[in-house]
């Protein structure tokens, strides 16, 4: 199997989004002046100019995961996989995320529904960190047939301190922070490997799910259900990252600008990389242990490695690239506050291009 | 007919949304610290401490307007609606809108329906003055049926100078504003009457459609259709609010102390204005005209006049209450920018509610 046969047209997605893109104009508003865009490769988050500081913006909803979470009547996590899309892209260019903004549509609102989405968001402002500053309840009976949640994050950074890729160079150390699971990408395919063996999201696992690197999010007592594991929240990272950039910008052993790069590891897998520089490569020769879900995924949907990778995190959520001369500070500061933090490669220059430790697992585009 | 017979339980939208936000905790975020919460009566933006300034988010969604515009396939004007509900409401707290981002979910995404999101979405932004800083399209075939359109806009003002209606006071003098048409509330009642009456969206409007407070947005050549004027994109008020507030803190005739509130007239009709003030009440002793639209579907579908005050604009799509020593000169300064402004009412200290002109029309909740 494999993610475009599960009902996924990436190619579709791309030109409709670039046929979006390619109508629009240049901004209004003036360098200098507040809101003025930044231009930034990668476009985890859309920069603005605001005085002294930088502003960005990235939106993004849950996707298909919302349809497992609905049918099993389990929306405790929803909220935080909505969070971790946003404030984990913001990370990316070097922002802290301040706030939030949720937008929900269903085809008829249900208050118990409403109720367990506010209890998520809750745990995701927390753990973000962020303030939760309004939200929209839309019913759309013609437009949706279930809940869709999706979500607008804020962040901020000083003028000058954008990460931007500019920086990045052969020898830089990749570091790799564990996921949490599958994360919020990738469900379609998911789905229908799940569907394809016939398995009940409310039954125990077909495999041991416990993993050092993360831990899962029970609903109830008793063995791990499959439900429990494909729908374990999506890990915000702004607890370590946020706190590593400021300790960077004091003083912690390292720089703020040994950080060359940041990458959210979201749908197209390990490809997001590439969207960091034009030129430059990637070697993931230590690659994260692979959670045991994609593993049992894989098996059970016969779907070869590269598209695994191309596909969902496999057990990397985030990628840091550090100057080569710092790297084994940032990594001890990291390593002290997740567990599971490794060295898992170095950028390299020669092409642009993505290799990993397995044979076949390459990419040269996004 | 009336709203909710048209499918829209405003009830239990409200209990839901209650009971997401009952779920809530406080924010994480202190004052004094970038993305702590500033409280502010009636909700229209969400407000955060950034630094001497305050930042505004407002989010929401196009709604069932876009099912009318799915089905003749017109987009040019969905963009700007998504836009105007955003900005719109980020004006009533006095803030400068400066970013917006677009949330598209579609069942298949289509290059040529995205390109006509893009036109719509570049021209809300040049009338808005705003830079698009993101979006997210995201295909949903198992949630969404057709075409869901929704954002978030960013705004700022300077800290100490938000509009937070505490400075109401009987005597103020109500500003109108003209809408351009039905705005974007209110469709399902729309949708429920044109399907009564048996119209056609494409077929010339069965009245006359032209009004000297608005202009229609024409697709094509010959008489106005239905559908021309029911999807007329809604008014975006960046331009003459944010020159007006710009001005009071400049060099005009008026100060900025004299805008004591800024009311969008989205769902809820006039009751809207409820929201500024937790005591005060509001007399529409001189409404603007009402659209010819308004009339049409009031008497085709036979809804009583409170209901039409409740669920539309009417006419009006924002109020804006002034000291009454210096709402001449403010008068004087937007007619000179917008045709049809004009003086509608004022302040009152005899309850909490809305009178209108029309007997019959008063609400005393939201």
């Known amino acids: 199997m494999d993610y475009a046969s599960a009902g996924v047209d990436i ?15 240049s901004s209004v508003r003036r360098p200098g002046t507040p809101g003025a865009p930044v231009d930034l490769p990668g476009g985890f988050g859309g920069l603005i ?6 502003l960005a913006l990235a939106t993004d909803g849950v996707g298909s995961k919302l349809q497992i979470a609905t049918s099993l009547k389990q929306w405790s996590g ?7 899309m946003n404030v984990n892209d913001l990370l990316c260019v070097g922002a802290e995320p301040i706030a939030f903004v949720d937008y ?40 949706v047939t279930e809940l869709d949640l999706s979500g ?4 901020w950074l000083p003028k000058g301190e954008a990460i931007t890729g500019e920086h990045l160079a052969e020898g830089d150390v990749l570091i790799g922070l564990p996921s949490s699971g599958i994360h919020s990408n990738g469900y379609s395919l998911v789905r229908r490997i ?5 398995s009940d999201y409310t039954q125990p696992a077909p495999f041991d799910a416990t993993h050092p690197n993360r831990e899962l999010v029970r609903w109830k007592d008793g063995k791990t259900t499959l439900g429990e594991v494909v729908l374990n929240p999506t890990r915000i990272y702004c607890d370590p990252v946020v706190d590593l950039l400021q300790a960077a910008r004091g003083d912690a052993p390292f720089t703020i600008t ?25 070697d993931i020769h230590s690659p994260l242990p692979v959670l045991p879900e994609f593993t049992w995924l894989q098996h059970a949907g016969g779907v070869e490695d590269r598209e695994m990778y191309r596909t969902f995190n496999m057990g990397m959520g985030m ?12 990594l001890a500061w990291l390593q002290e506050r997740m567990t599971g933090v490794a060295i898992v490669g170095h950028v390299t220059d020669d092409g642009h291009r993505v290799k990993h430790a397995l044979e076949g697992v390459e990419f040269t585009h996004y």
Request: contains cysteine; glycine residues 14%.
């Open 194 to 198: 799940v569907e394809h063996t016939g």
């Open 152 to 155: 607008t994050a804020l962040g």
């Open 319 to 330: 990628v840091l690239a550090v100057a080569a001369n710092e790297a084994k500070d940032v």
């Open 11 to 25: 190619d579709l997605e791309g030109s409709a989004v670039a046929s979006l893109i390619g109508a629009l104009s």
């Open 104 to 143: 929900v549509a269903v085809p008829k609102p249900d208050p118990a529904v409403h109720a367990a989405l506010g209890a998520s968001l809750a745990e995701a402002c927390r753990q973000a960190r962020v303030t939760l500053a309004g939200g929209e309840t839309a019913s759309l009976p013609g437009i």
């Open 258 to 282: 040994s950080i060359h790069g940041i990458c959210h590891i979201t749908g197209g897998g390990l490809s997001n990389l590439l969207r960091l520089h034009p030129s430059l490569g990637w």
């Open 78 to 84: 929803v909220g935080i996989d909505c969070m971790a």
């Open 49 to 54: 100019e605001f005085g002294d500081n930088l």
